[in-house]
């Protein structure tokens, strides 16, 4: 990672214990507060399980997560291309990551690539380059939306289900260690609201109030495991865990 010294953190930022969204709108904006919060929540919670070793961060963008795996990892390489809407001075690898990562064979032990596999049109040679990158018996931790707005548009092509996710780990020789859902309806529903509440002057201040009703309610048990039951059919997003076999 280039710089390493001079890295701040972006849209991930650490409050007491725990990594949450950034407060900063120039970073997250109100409306993807909401969402911000949860997946990042669950990356922490992944990276901190798997993340070990030499990791790439594939689509790197400002490395909003290394303040999480800074610690777990021995060296770090940022990948992404050249045209990312969140370029910085810390990417060490420039590539179009749909034709490949210009890294060598079994040169890591960790690949993070988050919110990145929508973004790919042919993703089938993506996942081949990750498996191909990792070293036997690394890991790849990999989070994609699922019930998401379009975004980065023109280049957003894909939202996967938990059957393509697994598919395409075995079709690149990976090995799922888990493939776990990120929030269910009340969190889609909160999304969306929050959303649409951002894209009218009149309607703005309801995105907060939407999102710190959805605070109070998640407190709640039942809330809490309605959540739970309608994750797999109403899914916010996904994190995969997969790896490369020895």
């Known amino acids: 990672m280039r710089a390493i010294d001079s890295w701040k953190p972006t849209k991930a930022e650490l409050f007491l214990d725990h990594w949450r969204a950034s407060l900063d709108p120039a970073e997250v904006s109100p409306g993807s507060r909401a969402i911000g919060d949860w997946l990042i929540a669950a990356y922490e919670k992944t990276i901190l399980e798997h993340a070990r070793g030499a990791l790439a961060d594939v689509g790197c963008g400002k490395f909003p997560y290394f303040g999480i795996y800074r610690s777990l990892t021995t060296s770090v390489v940022g990948v992404d291309w050249r045209d990312s809407l969140h370029d910085n001075g810390h990417v060490d690898t420039y590539c179009d990551l749909s034709q490949g990562i210009d890294l060598p064979d079994d040169s890591v032990d960790t690949v993070l690539c988050t919110d990145v596999l929508e973004h790919i049109f042919q993703p089938e040679r993506l996942w081949s380059e990750i498996a191909r990158i990792l070293r036997s018996g690394g890991k790849a931790i990999i989070g994609t939306p699922f019930y998401y707005w379009i975004h980065e548009a023109p280049h957003d092509y894909y939202r996967y289900t938990h059957f393509a996710l697994e598919r395409h780990a075995q079709d690149a020789g990976l090995k799922v260690v ?13 999304d969306l609201l929050c959303k649409a509440f951002q894209q009218r002057r009149a309607t703005r201040p309801l995105v907060a109030l939407t999102y710190g009703a959805m605070r109070l309610a998640a407190r709640s048990g039942a809330v809490q495991r309605f959540s739970q039951a309608t994750a797999q059919n109403f899914p916010l997003a996904y994190v995969t865990v997969a790896t490369k076999q020895r």
């Open 178 to 190: 888990s493939l776990e859902p990120v929030g269910g309806l009340p969190h889609v529903l909160t």
